[in-house]
């Protein structure tokens, strides 16, 4: 089976997943894994999708027929996912008052330590009572097994303290 990786960002408005989701069906693919969200008023499609070298060339061009003003989309064939490496899954939640560069810097304190970030989602949103913009990141992060987690939480509680940051790192249940 052949394996392609699809981002499409379009107007939100209702019946699009349906739309996308049912011409990925009639093509002959499987959606193996999505994730589907409202960014800034576009919503955000991103999808791994499986099936034969026909049925992904049709949902291309299926894709490139509909895109236009309101439908963006990147298609990319893949081998599918990279052999799993030995490590450790953990979850960070960080929050903050809302400013540039909290995720820069975050991303550049795992990766500082060789941690791969699996899956990074961020939001702001309003602080009850005031008001102000609070900034929250929540994180998959995959620990090598040979990094030492007491050192690492030690380092993770010391960035959070230099940047103003309330954060936790804990295992992945």
């Known amino acids: 089976m052949a394996k ?12 699009l997943v349906a ?16 994730r589907m969200t409202v960014l800034g008023g576009e919503f955000a499609i991103l999808m791994a999708v ?3 070298t026909d049925a992904l060339s049709g949902f291309e061009t299926n894709l490139g027929e509909r895109a236009g003003e309101n439908l963006a989309y990147l298609f990319r064939r893949t081998d599918g996912p990279p052999s799993p ?3 450790r899954s953990y979850i960070a ?12 810097s975050i991303a550049t304190f795992f990766s500082q330590r060789q941690i791969n970030i699996r899956d ?7 602080a009850p009572h005031t008001g102000t913009p609070m900034f929250r990141v929540h994180l998959s992060v995959e620990i090598p097994l040979e990094q ?11 960035f959070c303290a230099d940047g103003d940051l309330d954060g936790t790192l804990e295992v992945d249940i």
């Open 4 to 15: 392609a990786v699809i981002t499409t960002i379009g107007t939100d408005r209702p019946g």
């Open 19 to 34: 739309e996308l989701s049912s011409a990925a069906q009639t093509a002959g693919l499987n959606i193996e894994d999505s």
């Open 50 to 52: 499986e099936g034969s």
């Open 85 to 87: 490496r030995a490590a």
């Open 93 to 104: 939640t960080l929050s903050a008052l809302d400013h540039p560069g909290i995720v820069a």
């Open 120 to 126: 990074l989602n961020t939001e702001t949103t309003p």
């Open 148 to 158: 030492r987690i007491h050192e690492l939480k030690e380092a993770f509680d010391a």
